[in-house]
């Protein structure tokens, strides 16, 4: 009787054992795969998708004395290419951009809906930057941070633009 006991309780062992070996591997698996899907390259974030503004060339024109616009767009197109060093970089230089960024903001732009969508701009830039550079952030929240920072400045886009057609439109004078 004990030999039968102990002959099941070493074959149940065998068994047992047996399966462990087989979740490992899967695990160990399912570990690769998802240090390959926490990267985000340039193909994942062209797959985003958002209704992107351009300006206008009347925009342009205006804009032209704004450097840290056209900074922040650079720093935007080199995002499209997955290149994260400006926004995972020192929190301090990111607060004396945004400082820099509103300093130099056109005065013709200081306009409700444009300064609102500068502090929403100046929003994501912190919470991408904090998304970053902390590592439990899943890839999938990192990636829709990313799309509202390129929501976020097209909608400025889209502002200076509509304030420019409005300026435009109001000169007219009816006959």
């Not at 032209?64 to 970089?89: C, I, M, P």
């Not at 609102?116 to 941070?145: F, P, Q, W, Y």
Request: glycine share 0%.
């Amino acid at each position: 009787m004990n030999i039968r006991l102990v002959l099941l309780f070493l074959s149940c062992l065998m068994v047992l054992s047996c399966n462990e070996d087989t979740n490992t591997t899967k695990d160990l698996e399912t570990s690769e795969n998802t240090s390959q899907n926490k990267k985000i390259t340039a193909k994942t974030i062209e797959a985003i998708t958002y209704e992107d503004y351009a300006l206008s060339s009347e925009a342009e024109a205006e804009v032209v004395t704004w450097e840290r616009y056209h900074e922040l767009a650079t720093q935007l197109s080199y995002l499209k290419k997955a290149d994260f060093s400006f926004f995972n970089g020192d929190i301090d230089l990111l607060k004396k951009f945004i400082k820099e960024f509103d300093a130099q903001m056109p005065s013709q732009f200081r306009t409700n809906p444009i300064i609102s969508r500068n502090a929403i701009i100046e929003t994501e830039l912190l919470k991408l930057n904090e998304n970053l550079t902390i590592d439990n952030i899943s890839r999938d929240e990192k990636l829709l941070n990313i799309k509202a920072l390129f929501i976020s400045f097209s909608n400025l886009n889209y502002q200076i633009n509509k304030k420019l057609e409005d300026d435009f439109y109001s000169k007219i004078q009816p006959e």
